[in-house]
């Protein structure tokens, strides 16, 4: 077969050196004019401006997923993520993002409104690191993470593990006051159970693989009666969860399935380097309190052991720096309690409203206080994948019993000496980070914070939840 040129029939058989030089003749030939030349010309950028659309695009795409080398060092291999992939069920948005759209607070992935009123307590360079935190975002902090977790699969059949992204704290605050009933505080959660059985994955493990985290205790989700009066939803009760891990603020501590987790704290370190700045801060601080006590009286409860802590606090007003935790001083905009923390060697952590713990422990800790208990349960018992394992290493235990019957806690604080008080700081400055939820939605490089000790403190437990036989057995143990 041969190549016409310029018009002229041939009836040889051309060579490749040949054939070449004829389509560079007709090439040429064909931009003898100004028009085709320029044609040609848009031809080629073209073609340049798509692949340069289609580079951008892509590096967009792992943006949007935020898995980076920079992140990690190296994109997640296979070998890195086996048996770490996690699906993050896609639930209805009434079940998530409008709880949060009809909230009047700036949520802000979780983290509140920057803190620019801690300008001067802080140092500087990391004031960007503070928000006014609620203490009931980490539902919302952890569904962030989740969706951009190094270990995210979009396939579900390769799952080690299923997300359900249920802001059940959120849907319950609203009817948890006021006149509402039962089947008010229930509905919401009956109704994702109803959508989560729906699902594939699902079946089959009859939930045995799946986990969610809850904002607000435990307590709140363990209503025993269906009766109008009775506190909070029956949600962990409910028959379909009983095979399901809970990440919650403060679980039960017999509860196999349950792993409390650190209530979001005001910190949220953008690098490495906040992390490493701010226990420096903290570190060598002069402190010019020996304890510090944030609360105060509630006078419905006879015999209030808070009432007993603020009477010792005042009565030791030289030694004791006391703040009153109402809503005016703690998350509206005041700089009071952080000051107060900042400023004392020791602070008090008595028993919450509705639990053994409050957020304040955890605030106190990122302040570099060093926590005094007064009962067991309040950290000892649970947190234990946050907390170092010698409990005298970072705290004081004072036994609430001793207090009401007249032990002085100043008296027991001055025991101890500048040096050992000084060795316990350092041990809670060093556990530092894992209180925390650090601000990338991807965590830090080389640092882990506390939702990157919680999942996998949940896959561990997934696994022994395996090995116990107990996939697919809704009365397993």
């Known amino acids: 077969m041969s190549l016409p040129i310029s018009g002229n029939p041939s009836t040889e058989l051309e060579g490749p050196t040949n054939l070449v030089s004829r389509v560079k003749s007709i090439f040429l030939s064909y ?16 073609h340049v401006f798509l692949v340069s659309y289609l580079t951008r695009s892509h590096n967009l795409a792992l943006s949007f997923l935020s898995i980076s080398s920079k992140t990690y060092g190296s994109l997640p291999n296979k070998l890195a993520c086996d048996s770490r992939r996690i699906y993050v069920y896609d639930v209805p948005p009434m079940f998530n993002y409008e709880l949060i759209n009809s909230s009047d607070k700036n949520v802000n992935y979780g983290f509140g409104p920057a803190a620019n009123e801690f300008a001067g307590i802080v140092p500087e360079s990391i004031l960007p690191a503070w928000y006014w935190t609620d203490i009931l975002s980490g539902e919302v902090v952890y569904h962030r993470r989740m969706l951009n977790y190094k270990c995210r699969t979009m396939e579900p059949e390769s799952a080690t593990a299923f997300y359900i992204p249920f802001y059940a704290g959120l849907a319950l605050t609203k009817y948890l006051w006021g006149n509402h009933t039962w089947r008010e505080r229930d509905w919401q959660c009956e109704m994702l159970i109803k959508w989560v059985q729906q699902q594939k994955w699902w079946s089959r493990s009859n939930g045995s693989d799946h986990f969610i985290m809850l904002g607000r205790v435990t307590w709140d989700f363990r209503r025993l009666r269906e009766v109008d009066g009775d506190w909070g939803s029956s949600f962990i009760n409910m028959p379909a969860m009983q095979n399901v891990i809970r990440l919650s603020v403060e679980g039960d501590m017999w509860d196999k399935l349950e792993i ?16 490493i700045e701010w226990q420096r801060f903290v570190r060598s601080r002069r402190r010019n309190h020996l304890f510090a006590f944030i609360g105060d009286t509630r006078k419905p409860i006879q015999d209030d052991f808070q009432g007993i802590l603020q009477e010792q606090c005042l009565t030791e007003s030289t030694m004791c720096r006391h703040v009153d935790c109402g809503p005016e001083n703690y998350i509206d905009g005041k700089t009071t309690v952080i000051s107060a ?28 206080s060093i926590p005094v208990f007064f009962w067991r349960e309040t950290v000892y018992f649970e947190y234990e994948l946050f907390m170092p394992v010698e409990p005298e290493s970072y705290s004081v235990f004072i036994n609430s019993d001793d207090v009401r019957n007249g032990t002085d806690v100043r008296t ?30 991807q965590g830090l490089e080389k640092i882990k914070d506390a939702f990157d000790i919680a999942i996998e403190g949940m896959l561990s437990k997934y696994k022994a939840h395996m090995e116990r036989g107990r996939i697919g057995n809704l009365n397993g143990t």
């Not at 900042?342 to 570099?368: H, W, Y």
């Not at 025991?415 to 939605?441: A, D, I, N």
């Open 341 to 368: 923390l900042l400023n004392s060697d020791f602070c008090l952590q008595p028993k919450g409203d509705e639990g053994f713990t409050r957020r304040l422990i955890f605030d106190c800790m990122v302040a570099g």
């Open 31 to 46: 931009l003898s004019t100004p028009f085709r030349r320029t044609l040609v010309s848009v031809v080629i950028l073209f």
């Open 412 to 441: 027991v604080l001055e025991g101890y000496g500048r040096m050992e008080v000084e060795t316990m700081r350092k041990k809670v400055v060093e556990y530092l980070p894992r209180f925390v939820y650090t601000k990338p939605s």
């Open 260 to 275: 409390s987790v650190p209530y979001p704290s005001m910190f949220h370190p953008r690098s490495n380097f906040d992390i």
